[in-house]
């Protein structure tokens, strides 16, 4: 998928997670798997970034990011929760989605570009609700695609 990052269809899923940790440790998999990156050094990095404040923004949903060596672009992943898990976020609510995104270390502008822009989606209340009553995994890909591709044009 083109725009400000590149979603991968198998980044996009529903998991069983029943703890910040667990997300977290999920999320990098899943990093690792789809982009071929080291699991133990994606989820040191989004660790780190977790360490400085929650990355859970409120309404259910938190976008963990880090940047990375040896990355071209930045890379996402979007899991949807089977049931919603405490995440410290902003809001003090439960974390039922979690769009994770991985950026080049030299990725300043781009990073946060993109970051705004999942922020944007995410904060789209059609959007929202769209993510939750999703079917499955390749329901949520084609409306992430279908955004993502919007934006890119």
């Not at 083109?2 to 977290?24: E, H, M, N, R, Y």
């Not at 990355?55 to 949903?61: D, L, N």
Request: proline content about 6%; hydrophobic content about 50%.
């Amino acid at each position: 998928m083109t725009g400000l990052f590149t979603l991968s269809p198998d980044a996009v899923g529903t998991i069983g997670a029943d703890s910040k940790q667990a997300i977290l440790e999920q999320l990098s998999q899943r990093f690792a798997a789809v982009y071929g990156l080291d699991p133990a050094l994606v989820l040191e990095r989004i660790e780190e970034r977790e360490r400085l404040g929650s990355t859970g923004f409120g309404r259910g949903v938190a976008i963990p990011h880090a940047r990375l060596p040896g990355l071209a672009r930045p890379v996402a992943v979007f899991l949807r929760l089977e049931a919603p898990v405490a995440f410290d976020a902003a809001d003090g609510m439960p974390v039922g989605m979690v769009f994770g995104l991985l950026s080049p270390e030299s990725a300043g502008a781009a990073h946060l570009h993109a970051l705004a822009a999942i922020s944007r989606m995410m904060r789209d209340e059609a959007m929202h609700v769209a993510l939750t009553e999703a079917p499955g995994a390749e329901a949520l890909y084609a409306l992430l695609a279908n955004v993502i591709d919007r934006d890119a044009a």
